[in-house]
Antibody, heavy 117, light 109 residues
């Protein structure tokens, strides 16, 4: 059973960088595509980007200039850094796994990040 | 980006009812993987129900089914059960960025 756990601060100041890490428990870390997806309060789902164990990544163009996703295969974890945040970045952030790159089979429980001064 | 539009936004139904949710893509989805459907209960992460348009994720009840092609896709719940009251999202897997519909909330009538 694949388990994912997000960690990071729940409150970030405007204009600062939002940083989250996802630790994954699985033997198939290197054969799965890892993504970040967020959900603003009361709203729908937004895919932010993904990364593979090789470091190959894809980003949502709407966030590409502010977003970096990195991976550490030695620790079975991947991370998100989103710069210059505003209140519009307030959301529940999920770390997610897609064994086939197309669909999201594995989800963390989600972590609420609030951007506020 | 491929925009995904779901209808209706919400539906009120009773246990035992047949429910159909529609998802329309802004451009044709042409790869073999196509589209997936997720169920989200309040306060929980989404759960993949159907992938590649019509393939059921293992463990998902057979009352759930998916169909469609091109730009129009449907999720059908053949006989609504109490645990099915939730919000459902479609997601296209044709291209990056991956995009989701805005959701359809299935409520108790």
């Amino acid at each position: 059973q694949v388990q994912l756990q997000e960690s990071g601060p729940g409150l970030v100041r405007p204009s600062e960088t939002l940083s989250l890490t996802c630790i994954v428990s699985t033997d198939s870390f290197k054969s799965t595509y890892w993504s970040w997806i967020r959900q603003s309060p009361g709203k729908g789902l937004e895919w932010l980007g993904n990364i593979y164990h090789s470091g190959t990544s894809n980003y949502n163009p709407s966030l590409k200039s502010r977003l970096t996703i990195s991976i550490d295969t030695s620790k079975n974890q991947f991370s998100l850094n989103l710069g210059s945040v505003t209140a519009a970045d307030t959301a529940v952030y999920y770390c997610v796994g897609a064994p086939n790159m197309y669909f999201f089979d594995y989800w963390g429980q989600g972590t609420l990040v609030t951007v506020s001064s | 980006d491929i925009q995904m539009t779901q209808s209706p936004s919400s539906v009120s139904a009773s246990v035992g009812d047949r429910v159909t949710i529609t998802c329309r893509a802004s451009q044709a989805i042409t790869n073999g993987h196509g589209l997936g459907w997720y169920q989200q209960r309040p306060g929980k992460a989404p759960k993949l129900l159907i992938y590649s348009i019509s393939s059921l994720t293992p463990g998902v009840p057979s009352r759930f089914s998916g169909s469609g092609s091109g730009t129009d896709f449907t999720l059908t719940i053949s006989s609504l059960q109490p645990e099915d009251f939730a919000t459902y999202y479609c997601q296209q897997a044709n291209s990056f960025p991956r995009t989701f519909g805005q959701g359809t909330k299935v409520e108790i009538k």
